[in-house]
C-alpha cells in the first residue's frame, strides 16, 4: 500500500503565472482534500473531491481550481498567482467523507 | 463562527514533566476532533481522534463539550516527542478546520 504522493517538492513562480500541483491518492481512497498552510499557520481547506466531484469549498478564490481523475488522483490549479499564494500545500487522501485523512508531504510554491 | 484554537505557540518541558497541549473549538454541531503530529522533516500524520478514546504513544486527549475543549495530555514527556502538534476539527462532512499549532519542544 502506497501512501499519498504530491508533485513536485517545490517550485518557484512569478506574480500572475499559473500552476499546477498533482496529488496521487493513497490506494483504496476515493476522497482527496487540498490545504494551504502559510508559514507559522495551520493548514487552510481549499477543497475536497470526492469521486471526481467538488465536494466541498473553503474560503478561497475561483482562480483557486481543481480536478479528480477517474484513478481518484488531483490537480490543484492556480490562475493568476499572487504573492500571497506562496505557502506549503497539501493533499490528504481519504477512504470516505469525514473519516481520517492521510497527508502527503507537500508541495512548496514561492511567488516571486 | 467554526474555529479551533491553540494559544501556546510553543511550549518547553523537561524529559519526565507532564505535557498538556490546549485545544479549544467553536462549533455549533456535534463535534469531531484530532490531534494531528508533525515530527522534523515528515508529514502531517494523526496521532489520535476523540472518536476512537485510545492513547498513542502515551497521549490522551479527552473532548469536554462543557468548555469546548479537546487538550492533549501525556503524563511523562520524552525526547522524541518534540515535534509540531496541530489539533483539528471535523467539520460537517468533508474538512478539517486546523488550529495554528503548538510546537513542544522537551528538553533533556
Known amino acids: 500500500e502506497t501512501g499519498v504522493t504530491q508533485s513536485p517538492t517545490h517550485l518557484i513562480k512569478t506574480r500572475g503565472q499559473q500552476v499546477t500541483l498533482r496529488c496521487s491518492s493513497q490506494?483504496?481512497?476515493?476522497?482527496v482534500s487540498w490545504y494551504q498552510q502559510a508559514l507559522g499557520q495551520g493548514p487552510q481547506f481549499i477543497f475536497q473531491?470526492?469521486?471526481?466531484?467538488?465536494?466541498g469549498r473553503g474560503n478561497f478564490p475561483p482562480r483557486f481550481s481543481g480536478l479528480q481523475f477517474p484513478n481518484y488522483s488531483s490537480e490543484l490549479n492556480v490562475n493568476a498567482l499572487e504573492l500571497d499564494d506562496s505557502a506549503l500545500y497539501l493533499c490528504?487522501?481519504?477512504?470516505?467523507?469525514?473519516?481520517?485523512?492521510?497527508f502527503g508531504p507537500g508541495t512548496r510554491l514561492t511567488v516571486t | 463562527a467554526q474555529r479551533v484554537t491553540q494559544p501556546e505557540k510553543l511550549l518547553s518541558v523537561f524529559k519526565g514533566a507532564p505535557v498538556e497541549l490546549k485545544c479549544n473549538y467553536s462549533y455549533s454541531g456535534s463535534p469531531e476532533l484530532f490531534w494531528y503530529v508533525q515530527y522534523s522533516r515528515q508529514r502531517l500524520q494523526l496521532l489520535l481522534r476523540?472518536?476512537s478514546r485510545e492513547s498513542i504513544k502515551g497521549f490522551t486527549a479527552d473532548l469536554n463539550k462543557g468548555e469546548t475543549s479537546f487538550h492533549l495530555k501525556k503524563p511523562f514527556a520524552q525526547e522524541e516527542d518534540s515535534a509540531m502538534y496541530y489539533c483539528a476539527l471535523g467539520s460537517g462532512t468533508y474538512k478539517y478546520i486546523f488550529g495554528t499549532g503548538t510546537r513542544l519542544k522537551v528538553l533533556a
Open positions: 476523540h472518536i
Open positions: 490506494s483504496g481512497h476515493n476522497t
Open positions: 473531491y470526492y469521486r471526481e466531484e467538488e465536494n
Open positions: 490528504a487522501s481519504s477512504s470516505g467523507q469525514g473519516v481520517e485523512q492521510y
